[in-house]
């Protein structure tokens, strides 16, 4: 009898059927991502290799994302449990729109760096680990998006940690060791929080799997400390995410790698705390986020306050796109404070507008640094006779950045402020649209000083000071690799911009599984497969 | 026990927090590797402690016997303390070769990244 007992218990307690094959998609951008890494690890000695492996794995890893993206928008949250322990028991992966969405423009944005690296970055930065921290790194922001267990979250979060040092100090030299401490030590310190954030919200609901956590949570008594624990994320993935007054690491940082490591940086790793926050908050801890979306909300506007008046400040453009970035977040942080699902929608728009607009600026800008040899705004000049095309690219840009239409950045900047007037936050639709304002001056001016005038500062006409390095001097390889990654970008900012009907279905779909979590809570723990 | 314990987390963090903010690098790794070790008891601890009863299903039960300690926060602490090891000696070598290079393992003067003399931005277009 007792036997009998046990085959019915584990008949419940575990999955017996086997996997659908669309199922194993959900996991697909991991195995990817890994098997890349490590074939790239294996021929460190062979770096002529690494490239076109890299290019192989990345390009497929676009292809799954764009499957999982189809399938996830088809049929609902995926779940796919490791160890075929049935969740809450087994570490589930399971993904919504909004997991999938950011997975799949993390990738393009990846292709786009791996392609960029081949020629950007020289057999040096090969032998000292681009390509396989490259692969790691998106197999822990993939991990992370896709991951449906909070303590897994944490494993990822330190998985693509380490690959961006790894990244962040290649070259090893005197400015990237000073860079790579502040945001070694600060990003330490965030991810040691978050685990804290855990450890407590386990002690008081014993769950990790992430939509027993929504169930239970609803059920706790009155008293529960969640506000200390919503507190807590908000302070560990705010720090991640650069949310003022935590986000001192970024500037610190960002400008002293190389451009292309700068450039994915910029796209995904903020990102990541975002989707962290919006996991947690939004979808975890409701009535934590609606108790503070006051605090919030002030976050988000100083964040995008000081972010831009920062840009404003900088001479290097590089440092200048950094605090960009972090103006950005501002933006986003909104959002989640005002909470509604068409605000979370525009939160979760402006995360992928930013992925993409964020890294094309840096790629654009390491053209400008190659060209102009520097990246020093009152050193350059006149790089609009050397090439009208990348003037023309970077003003598209700058446009995106700060929201004009008809750019990507145009409609999640329309949704925020729509929100903020419907719920009367009339401050943070102010402070919106002149950080908008402000962002126009900052990009304005790198434009006109770097690519309009005629030349650098008090330089005479036709000097050798202001003489624009070209292209094919500075390069060995194909001038195509630097390119079509720009090119890619560009088009998509535009089409984005152009037709965004699509991308509306998908964020709103995303907020949709944000806010009211139980599609995604029926899946995971009712759905038997 | 679980009060005892309560109070040595308390100090770790506070100790930690203390260390973490001074400004020389090699109290500030001090201070991080006792975060680390406070956030590892508290997750132990949050899996409630006792000796007394071993985590064992009795044979005509399906769950254990009340009051037993929760083995998942161990297994958590175990995976907690793997990756927050790697990541330290991680940050070991990278503040060493930082000292080597910068010459000093004082944060206010690190500025290699961030010169403290940075020039004016241009006022007008």
């Known amino acids: 009898m007792a036997g009998e007992n046990t085959a019915l218990a584990i008949g419940k307690a575990m999955v017996t059927a086997p996997v659908p094959a669309a199922d194993w998609l959900v996991i697909a951008p991991l195995i990817v991502t890994m098997m890349g890494g490590a074939l790239c690890v294996m021929t460190r000695k062979r770096t002529e290799y690494q490239p076109q492996i890299a290019f192989v794995f990345l390009t497929a890893l676009v292809a799954v994302n764009i499957a999982l993206l189809s399938h996830v928008t088809n049929s609902g949250v995926v779940v796919m449990v490791m160890g075929k322990w049935l969740a809450p028991f087994g570490i589930a992966f399971s993904v919504d729109t909004t997991s999938a969405i950011l997975s799949l423009v993390a990738s393009i944005v990846a292709w786009c760096v791996g392609l960029y690296g081949i020629v950007d970055v020289n057999n040096t930065g090969r032998r000292y680990g681009f390509y396989p921290f490259l692969l790691l790194l998106m197999t822990g922001v993939c991990g992370s998006f896709l991951t449906g267990d909070i303590f897994n979250l944490y494993v990822w979060f330190e998985v693509l940690l380490i690959s961006s040092f790894g990244l962040l100090i290649l070259g090893n030299e005197k400015i990237q060791l000073d860079g790579a401490l502040k945001y070694a030590i600060l990003n330490f310190t965030a991810t040691t929080l978050f685990l804290i954030a855990t450890g407590l919200l386990y002690g008081l609901i014993g769950t990790l799997n992430m939509a027993d956590i929504a169930v239970k949570v609803k059920t706790l008594p009155d008293g529960a400390p969640l506000g200390a624990i919503t507190a807590l994320y908000l302070l560990a993935f705010g720090m991640k995410a650069a949310a003022f007054p935590v986000n001192f690491w970024l500037p610190a940082s960002y400008h002293t790698p190389r451009i292309v490591v700068s450039a994915v940086f910029a796209g995904l790793l903020t990102k990541v705390g975002v989707y962290a926050l919006l996991r947690t908050l939004v979808m975890l801890l409701p009535e934590g986020r609606s108790a503070m979306a006051e605090i919030i909300a002030i976050i988000a506007v100083v964040t995008m306050l000081t972010g831009v008046m920062g840009a404003l400040a900088q001479t290097d453009i590089r440092k200048a796109l950094g605090y960009l970035v972090i103006s950005g977040i501002g933006s986003m942080l909104a959002g989640m404070a005002i909470g509604t699902g068409s605000a979370v929608a525009g939160t979760l728009f402006y995360a992928v507008h930013s992925i993409i607009v964020m890294t094309a600026l840096y790629l654009v800008t390491g053209l400008i640094g190659r060209m102009g040899g520097s990246f020093d705004i009152r050193e350059l000049g006149g790089l609009y006779k050397g090439s009208p095309v990348l003037a023309g690219l970077f003003l598209v840009l700058c446009f995106a950045v700060s929201g004009l239409p008809p750019f990507s950045g145009f409609w999640p900047k329309v949704i925020l402020v729509e929100s903020s007037l419907k719920e009367s936050y009339y401050w943070v639709a102010v402070a919106i649209l002149l950080t908008g304002f402000l962002t126009t001056l900052s990009v304005g001016r790198i434009w006109i000083y770097a690519f309009w005038r005629g030349g650098p500062e008090s330089a005479p006409d036709n000097s050798e000071e202001g003489k624009i390095i070209p292209l094919s001097e500075s390069l060995t390889g194909s001038q195509a690799a630097l390119w079509i990654p720009i090119a890619l970008l560009v088009s998509l900012v535009v089409v984005i911009g152009v037709a965004p009907e699509a991308m509306f279905r998908i964020v709103g779909q995303g907020a949709v599984g944000l806010i009211d979590p139980s599609a995604y809570i029926s899946q995971v723990l009712g759905g038997a497969k | ?125």
């Open chain 2, 1 to 125: 026990m679980e009060v005892g314990l309560s109070v040595l987390i308390g100090i770790f963090f506070a100790a930690s927090i203390y260390l973490i903010l001074s400004k020389q690098i090699i109290r500030i790794l001090l201070g991080i590797a006792i975060i680390g070790n406070a956030v590892n008891l508290l997750i132990f601890t949050s899996g409630r402690l006792s000796r007394e009863i071993p985590p064992i299903i009795p044979l005509d039960q399906d769950v254990p016997a009340l009051g037993s300690a929760n083995p998942l926060p161990q297994a958590l602490v175990l995976t907690a303390i793997v990756i927050s090891f790697s990541l330290f000696a991680f940050l070991l070598v990278l503040a060493f070769r930082a000292y080597q290079e910068l010459g000093t393992d004082n944060v206010d003067e690190m500025r290699v990244a961030e010169p403290a003399d940075q020039p004016k931005p241009p006022m007008g277009y």
